[in-house]
Every structure is written in structure tokens, then in C-alpha cells.
């Protein structure tokens, strides 16, 4: 049964129409949902109850060229993490918790960088880390990517399809700065794997955690859509991850 949320509503981030979903307690700790690509902040809709019953404020946001957001054209990774950051400034938000699955986890790393002082934790579901180097043949599956990351195949189609191409080509390009710089990333972080049955290698995730200052990782093994797969087990430890104190 679909979440009946009781804000659904839009804003304008640097002149891209963008959508959100909002439910919880206004003045609770503001918890912001970024979905991977091919999806929409619907993918929260057993999640997010679980988030407001424990006093949250959940936020949901439509990525560019997805759902109810706009499809500008321009599908840049920046501009996805412009995007958040827009959502951020314009709801005011301070000592938010991003959650982001895939891409969505991508940009939730990308803005803790650039805002640290308006966001105090992360929680990245199989984040889409790029490669160090180009992938061999025995690398990433280009097939499996495009159906993990986007279940196109079980789906209706709620996307601009030049968005989902343009996203899996930057995720699959060497990317030797953006692992250079995970050690700026303060934040207390949790990092899930779906572990070997993903499309993104646990190995990398094992990688991204040793990289950084204050961040741990915990496998559950279902595959790259975890907290559709196994909800109850994702939404344990992300809610047991929010009550642990910070240490750095």
C-alpha cells in the first residue's frame, strides 16, 4: 500500500522545477531521502513511516529528470548535488541526516562535502562509487547496472531515459579525485552493500569505508535495491545508526 504523505509539493532550485514528498514532525531532525536512478521518492513509502513514527521530519526529493521534477537536459553530477544543496538552503534546513540510495548516495557525499555545517550524518545505501580505474572485462556488468540501479524491467517508466543514460556513464568513468578526497567527508557515516549479488562491488564499498574518517559498513546480502528487498533489516539499522553518538 503506497504512504499517503501529507506535504507533496515542489520548488525551484536554480530555475529547475524540483519535487518533494514530506511527512513527520516539522521540528524533528530533518531525515533527507535521495532515490537512485530510474526511481522516485515513491521507493520510500514503506520507509518513511518508519522514520516519522520515531519523531523525524522526512523529506523526499525527486532527482532532475525523474518523477515530478523537471527534465532539464543537463544531468551533470554536480547538478544533482546542486540540487540537494538548493533543497537544503531553501527549506532551511540544518543537522540533516541525507539517506541516499545509489546516485542518490552519490550526491548525499558530494554535499556533505560542500555543506558540512547543515548536514551532521549520512547513510549511503550501496552508494555508486566509480571506479579507480577503467573497469576491466571482468568488472561491472553494464546489463546488470541498468537493471539494478534502475529495476526498469519491473517498473513503469518515470524518467527521462537521456537521464538514466547520462547517470550510468559518469558513475562508470575512472574517477581518481573523487576517491582522493572521501577523507574530507566528517560526517558520521553507514554505508549498507547489498552485497555480491549488486551490481556494485562490495570490495569498493569495503574501500570508500576504509577511506574515510568516521564511517562503517554492513552487508545485507539481497541485492542493489536493499531497503526495497529487505526493509525490515534496513530500517533497523539505519534507525539504530541515528541514536549512536557521534565520536568525532
Sequence with gaps: MAFDWPV???????????????????????????????????????????????????IALDLRGHATSA??????????????LGLLTTLDLRDAVLIGHSVGGHAALAAARHAPERISRLVLEDLAAPPR????????NPLQLLAGVAGILTVRRDYHLRALASILRQLTRPDLDWWARLGEVRQPTLILSGGPASCIPPQRLAD???????????????GHRVHSLAPDRFATEVLAFL????YL
Design 133 to 140: 580505474q577503467a573497469v576491466s572485462a571482468k568488472g561491472i
Design 208 to 222: 570508500v569505508t576504509a577511506a574515510m574518517p568516521d564511517a562503517r559498513l554492513t552487508t545485507i546480502p539481497v
Design 243 to 246: 541514536t549512536e553518538p557521534a
Design 8 to 58: 507533496v509539493g515542489t520548488l525551484e532550485v536554480g530555475g529547475v522545477r524540483l519535487g518533494f514528498r514530506e511527512a513527520g514532525d516539522p521540528a524533528g531532525t530533518p531525515m533527507v531521502l535521495l532515490h537512485g536512478s530510474g526511481s522516485s521518492t515513491r521507493t520510500w513509502d514503506r520507509f518513511a513511516p518508519r522514520l516519522s513514527a520515531a519523531g523525524h521530519r522526512v
Design 71 to 84: 527534465r532539464p537536459g543537463d544531468y551533470a553530477l554536480t547538478a544533482i548535488r546542486d540540487d540537494v
